[in-house]
Protein backbone atom coordinates (compact mmCIF):
# COMPACT_ATOMS: atom_id res chain seq x y z
CA UNK A 1 0.00 0.00 0.00
CA UNK A 2 1.40 3.41 -0.60
CA UNK A 3 2.00 5.08 1.98
CA UNK A 4 1.39 8.56 0.71
CA UNK A 5 -2.35 7.65 -0.48
CA UNK A 6 -3.25 6.46 2.91
CA UNK A 7 -2.03 9.43 4.92
CA UNK A 8 -3.67 11.69 2.70
CA UNK A 9 -6.73 9.56 1.84
CA UNK A 10 -7.39 7.90 5.10
CA UNK A 11 -10.72 7.60 4.78
CA UNK A 12 -11.01 5.08 1.85
CA UNK A 13 -11.24 1.50 2.30
CA UNK A 14 -8.37 -0.56 1.23
CA UNK A 15 -10.04 -1.39 -2.24
CA UNK A 16 -10.89 2.87 -2.45
CA UNK A 17 -7.21 3.75 -1.58
CA UNK A 18 -5.77 0.85 -4.22
CA UNK A 19 -7.75 2.82 -6.59
CA UNK A 20 -6.55 6.45 -5.70
CA UNK A 21 -3.12 4.87 -6.00
CA UNK A 22 -3.54 3.12 -9.32
CA UNK A 23 -5.29 6.59 -10.77
CA UNK A 24 -2.53 8.77 -9.32
CA UNK A 25 0.25 6.78 -11.58
CA UNK A 26 -2.10 6.86 -14.36
CA UNK A 27 -3.08 10.26 -16.12
CA UNK A 28 -5.48 8.99 -18.58
CA UNK A 29 -7.15 7.44 -15.25
CA UNK A 30 -10.76 9.22 -15.34
CA UNK A 31 -10.47 10.19 -11.63
CA UNK A 32 -6.35 11.09 -12.16
CA UNK A 33 -7.35 14.75 -12.20
CA UNK A 34 -9.96 14.88 -9.61
CA UNK A 35 -7.31 12.97 -7.14
CA UNK A 36 -4.09 14.78 -7.95
CA UNK A 37 -5.70 17.75 -6.96
CA UNK A 38 -6.94 17.09 -3.99
CA UNK A 39 -3.49 15.18 -2.67
CA UNK A 40 -1.40 18.37 -4.00
CA UNK A 41 -3.99 20.70 -1.75
CA UNK A 42 -3.35 18.03 1.07
CA UNK A 43 0.49 17.61 0.74
CA UNK A 44 3.68 19.88 0.84
CA UNK A 45 6.01 17.80 0.54
CA UNK A 46 7.81 16.79 -2.74
CA UNK A 47 9.28 13.78 -1.75
CA UNK A 48 5.62 12.52 -0.36
CA UNK A 49 3.78 13.10 -3.37
CA UNK A 50 6.19 11.63 -6.14
CA UNK A 51 5.49 8.22 -4.14
CA UNK A 52 2.08 8.79 -4.73
CA UNK A 53 2.30 10.87 -8.29
CA UNK A 54 5.57 10.10 -10.42
CA UNK A 55 7.19 13.14 -10.93
CA UNK A 56 7.08 12.79 -14.72
CA UNK A 57 3.72 12.66 -14.41
CA UNK A 58 3.63 15.68 -12.38
CA UNK A 59 6.28 17.17 -14.65
CA UNK A 60 4.39 16.68 -17.78
CA UNK A 61 0.59 17.91 -16.11
CA UNK A 62 1.71 20.24 -14.03
CA UNK A 63 0.15 23.11 -16.30
CA UNK A 64 -3.01 21.41 -17.12
CA UNK A 65 -3.38 20.51 -13.06
CA UNK A 66 -2.77 23.95 -11.91
CA UNK A 67 -5.38 25.86 -14.64
CA UNK A 68 -8.03 22.63 -13.45
CA UNK A 69 -7.01 23.41 -9.74
CA UNK A 70 -7.93 27.16 -9.91
CA UNK A 71 -11.28 26.33 -11.71
CA UNK A 72 -12.59 23.33 -9.22
CA UNK A 73 -12.75 25.37 -6.28
CA UNK A 74 -10.68 23.64 -3.63
CA UNK A 75 -8.18 24.77 -1.38
CA UNK A 76 -5.71 26.53 -3.34
CA UNK A 77 -3.17 26.95 -0.64
CA UNK A 78 -0.86 24.76 -1.75
CA UNK A 79 -1.02 25.71 -5.37
CA UNK A 80 1.87 28.27 -5.53
CA UNK A 81 4.54 26.25 -3.49
CA UNK A 82 3.78 23.59 -6.37
CA UNK A 83 4.49 25.93 -8.90
CA UNK A 84 7.67 26.81 -7.48
CA UNK A 85 8.59 23.29 -6.78
CA UNK A 86 7.50 22.98 -10.57
CA UNK A 87 9.61 25.65 -11.98
CA UNK A 88 12.28 25.05 -9.99
CA UNK A 89 12.93 21.38 -11.37
CA UNK A 90 11.91 22.79 -14.80
CA UNK A 91 14.94 25.30 -13.99
CA UNK A 92 17.69 22.14 -12.96
CA UNK A 93 16.10 20.07 -16.24
CA UNK A 94 16.59 23.14 -18.36
CA UNK A 95 13.55 22.90 -20.32
CA UNK A 96 12.01 26.20 -21.85
CA UNK A 97 9.61 27.33 -19.43
CA UNK A 98 6.41 29.26 -19.72
CA UNK A 99 8.13 32.42 -19.40
CA UNK A 100 10.89 31.57 -21.50
CA UNK A 101 8.61 31.00 -24.44
CA UNK A 102 7.25 33.81 -23.45
CA UNK A 103 10.15 36.03 -23.89
CA UNK A 104 10.95 33.77 -27.18
CA UNK A 105 7.33 34.88 -28.74
CA UNK A 106 7.61 38.59 -27.62
CA UNK A 107 11.02 38.28 -29.23
CA UNK A 108 9.33 36.89 -32.44
CA UNK A 109 6.05 39.22 -32.42
CA UNK A 110 8.64 42.59 -31.99
CA UNK A 111 9.66 41.27 -36.14
CA UNK A 112 6.47 40.45 -36.71
CA UNK A 113 5.38 44.10 -35.43
CA UNK A 114 8.42 45.90 -37.01
CA UNK A 115 7.77 44.40 -40.77
CA UNK A 116 3.87 45.36 -40.29
CA UNK A 117 4.85 48.94 -39.70
CA UNK A 118 7.48 49.48 -42.49
CA UNK A 119 4.67 48.47 -44.98
CA UNK A 120 2.76 51.74 -43.09
CA UNK A 121 -0.18 48.52 -42.53
CA UNK A 122 -2.63 48.75 -39.82
CA UNK A 123 -3.33 45.37 -37.56
CA UNK A 124 -6.49 44.93 -39.67
CA UNK A 125 -4.50 45.27 -42.86
CA UNK A 126 -2.24 42.44 -41.73
CA UNK A 127 -5.11 40.24 -40.45
CA UNK A 128 -7.23 41.10 -43.37
CA UNK A 129 -4.09 39.82 -45.73
CA UNK A 130 -3.45 36.56 -43.88
CA UNK A 131 -6.98 35.92 -43.57
CA UNK A 132 -6.91 35.65 -40.03
CA UNK A 133 -8.58 37.88 -36.96
CA UNK A 134 -7.09 41.51 -36.12
CA UNK A 135 -6.64 40.24 -31.95
CA UNK A 136 -4.87 37.30 -33.03
CA UNK A 137 -2.33 39.89 -34.84
CA UNK A 138 -2.43 41.72 -31.42
CA UNK A 139 -1.34 39.12 -29.50
CA UNK A 140 1.09 37.55 -31.64
CA UNK A 141 3.04 40.91 -31.73
CA UNK A 142 3.14 40.90 -27.80
CA UNK A 143 3.63 37.82 -27.33
CA UNK A 144 0.27 36.82 -25.92
CA UNK A 145 -0.06 34.23 -28.59
CA UNK A 146 1.54 30.69 -29.24
CA UNK A 147 1.00 30.46 -32.95
CA UNK A 148 1.27 27.70 -35.33
CA UNK A 149 4.26 27.43 -37.47
CA UNK A 150 1.81 27.64 -40.94
CA UNK A 151 0.45 31.41 -38.91
CA UNK A 152 4.00 32.27 -38.44
CA UNK A 153 5.38 31.64 -42.06
CA UNK A 154 2.00 32.87 -43.48
CA UNK A 155 2.79 36.11 -41.52
CA UNK A 156 6.32 35.99 -42.81
CA UNK A 157 5.74 35.76 -46.42
CA UNK A 158 2.43 38.74 -46.78
CA UNK A 159 5.21 40.83 -44.73
CA UNK A 160 8.24 40.24 -47.45
CA UNK A 161 10.13 38.10 -43.79
CA UNK A 162 13.11 35.49 -45.21
CA UNK A 163 14.41 35.00 -42.36
CA UNK A 164 12.90 35.01 -38.34
CA UNK A 165 15.64 35.58 -35.44
CA UNK A 166 13.83 32.96 -33.09
CA UNK A 167 16.34 34.60 -29.99
CA UNK A 168 17.82 31.19 -29.61
CA UNK A 169 21.62 31.61 -28.53
CA UNK A 170 23.70 29.08 -29.80
CA UNK A 171 25.83 26.95 -27.40
Not at 65 to 71: P, Q
Not at 74 to 82: G, K, M
Request: with cysteine.
Amino acid sequence: MNRTVKKYFWSLSDRGLERTAQALRDPTARRFWSQAITLLSLCDKPRELFRAIPRDVFMQHWPSLKRRWKKSGQSQTNLHWWDSIYLTLVSKEKKVTPEKRSAYLQFIGRQIRKARLEKKWSQVDLAERVNIEQRLISRVETGKANITMETLLKLAKTLGIEKIDLGLKPK
